[in-house]
């Protein structure tokens, strides 16, 4: 079994103490990672890309490397976030988190196992759960338990080969600021290289709860252009070179409209 060393990247936006609060969770759950096994040690970086606001403070007590976005975009692009942390990696297997996930001390050990033992042509991408459970709250007047395969969307936290994220399936989308659709976008292109759902490493998420973000009014339909082409939006972001740190990188997709 090789010891996989992991890049995990956490793209993030203050957008409320409750989201903070939801971030210092997270990391709790990291902190307590069983990185000591007999076998061999877990071996991970961290990457926290943060877009704007720098508010991250020492009391998160952990060993990240904090890079800070600035760009005159107010709305949050997530997808930018992802695509400069992985740039930035240094190693070549990626594990993409949400700021709101809470898993057990065993998660990295676990998907390090499946990473391990999942045939080469399964293992470029996949869902690092089976079972979600996205916890109550005001919007969210109860606990919903939802599955991979009910979303369409690549959510919670994902795994991907570096190669395969640049160089086959073109990274995140960065043409969409706001709430919404990049997590859709980027799981189409997926089931078209693949032919077939991402794979799923059997563990268990939670995800805590916040406040509903609105849905970002979008002009163009981004999502539907995807769906209906995702060999040319392929194309295009593999060539637009993503993931630039110095700003957003856009790519033309009105032509695609049907």
Known sequence: MRNIPFSIIIPWKFGSVQRYKSLRHMVDCLIKQDTETKAMPIRYEILLVEQNTNSITPELCLPYRHILLNTEHEAFNKSWCMNVGARNAKYNDLLFMDADSLFGSDFLKTVRHYVNITSTSRNNIMFCWNYLIALYGK????????????????????????????????????????????????????????????????????????????????????????????????????????????????????????
Not at 156 to 184: A, H, R, S, V
Not at 188 to 209: D, K, M, N
């Open 139 to 258: 919007d969210n007047p109860v606990s919903r338990h939802i599955r991979p395969d009910m979303t369409r969307a690549m959510g919670g936290i994902w795994y991907c080969d570096k190669n395969f994220y640049f160089n086959k399936l073109g990274g995140m989308n960065e043409n969409y600021f706001g709430y919404g659709g990049e997590d859709n976008d980027v799981f189409e292109r997926a089931l078209f290289l693949l032919e077939h759902t991402p794979s799923v490493i059997p563990y268990p998420l939670a995800h805590q709860y916040h406040d509903w973000e609105k849905q970002a009014d979008r002009a163009i339909n981004y999502f539907e252009i995807t769906r209906a082409n995702p060999d040319k939006v392929i194309q295009r972001l593999i060539a637009a070179g993503i993931g630039k740190i110095e700003d957003v990188t856009l790519i033309d997709m009105e032509d695609l409209l049907i």
